[in-house]
């Protein structure tokens, strides 16, 4: 079945088939959970999942800049002259096997 529904000025063309029988009993389940409509069980599935996936997006960058700040303060307690790459020497052999 397809629906138009108006969003932004325009009308839209709106419909899903599920075909695949683990995905249908999926939602049925977590329909069942919440006491709610197929429809609003997977929009509540999606949207859950989204923000999840920005939320992991900003969690890594803010990881990322922690890691980075603290390898500055490493850089800082190790002194001037030293480099990442003699941190890493003292670290790995020649293979690049833990010493």
């Known amino acids: 079945m397809v629906d ?13 088939n599920i075909k695949n029988s683990e995905t ?6 977590l329909a069942e ?3 709610c409509s197929l429809t609003a069980a997977v929009t509540d599935a999606v ?3 989204l923000s999840e996936l920005d939320g992991s997006e900003a969690d890594r960058k803010a990881e990322a800049r922690r890691l ?17 790459e003699n941190f890493t020497d003292e670290l790995y052999d020649e ?3 833990p010493k």
């Open 47 to 49: 949207r859950t999942r």
């Open 33 to 35: 959970k919440l006491h």
């Open 95 to 97: 293979r690049g096997l």
């Open 24 to 29: 249908e009993l999926l939602i049925r389940e």
């Open 4 to 16: 138009l529904y108006r969003g932004y000025g325009r009308f839209h063309l709106m419909g899903l």
């Open 68 to 84: 980075l700040e603290m390898w500055g303060e490493l850089g800082a307690m190790l002194g001037p002259g030293l480099t990442s």
